[in-house]
């Protein structure tokens, strides 16, 4: 099972919206509604953002929302911030046979 | 609020198995997905494998051959054990929650460093 392809980085100014990209396959992305997001800063651990495609956990800003199109999977950060600077990874289930979740290449989110 | 602590030696020599145990507070072991997710130096995640409370466990495929992992409900531990290490195996390991078999990983350990060096 390969890793979820994201563009290595993706930077905007303060109160921008960025998008990030997750392009998977027919047998994990494509297959399930069953994509997360998670956030992470530097010598931390992830932090789940959004579930499920586009459902947030208690606690996260809707400023957070995601999307799912054919194999790829977005996450969309809106009225961007300076503690949204971080690393960004998508996770999708792949199916119980095989690597169950499947982790994204990760995205360097830079607040200019 | 539910707490996740990984524990073990930080430093294993080649060919040796890693072992580490994740300590779960604030809630009972029991219901749900118990999973360990490892992040090399300046890398990405890849997802090792869970087990359930129940004891069935799923393993990545890439890893299967040289992982366990058990639990111990009585301590609300459960246990990583990878054999055979190599440089390649060093890596920020982190035990994390899962509500089922696809949900999410709600809630993270802090990670552990493991450094595999002679």
């Known amino acids: 099972q390969s890793a979820l392809t994201q563009p290595a980085s993706v930077s905007g100014s303060p109160g921008q919206s960025i998008t990030i990209s997750c392009t998977g396959t027919s047998s994990d992305v494509g297959s399930y509604n069953l994509v997360s997001w998670y956030q992470q800063h530097p010598g931390k651990a992830p932090k789940l953002m959004i579930y499920?495609?586009?459902k947030r956990p208690s606690g996260v800003s809707n400023r957070f929302s995601g999307s799912k199109s054919g194999n790829t999977a977005s996450l969309t950060i809106s009225g961007l911030q300076a503690e949204d600077e971080a690393d960004y990874y998508c996770c999708s289930y792949a199916g119980s046979s095989t690597s169950v979740y499947v982790f994204g290449t990760g995205t360097k989110v830079t607040v200019l | 609020q539910v707490q996740l602590q990984e524990s073990g030696p930080g430093l294993v020599k080649p060919s040796e198995t890693l072992s580490l145990t994740c300590t779960v507070s604030?809630?009972?072991?029991?219901?749900?997905?118990w999973n360990w997710i490892r992040q090399p130096p300046g890398k990405g995640l890849e997802w090792i494998g869970y087990i359930y409370y129940s004891g069935s466990t799923n393993y990545n495929p890439s890893l299967k051959s040289r992982v366990t992992i058990s639990i111990d409900t009585s301590k609300n531990q459960f246990s990583l054990e990878l054999s055979s290490v190599t440089a390649a195996d060093t890596a920020v390991y982190y035990c994390?929650?899962?509500?089922?078999?696809?949900?999410?990983?709600?809630?993270w350990g802090q990670g552990t460093l493991v450094t595999v060096s002679s």
């Open positions: 994390a929650r899962a509500g089922g078999y696809s949900s999410p990983l709600g809630y």
């Open positions: 604030g809630g009972s072991i029991s219901s749900y997905y």
């Open positions: 499920e495609g586009s």
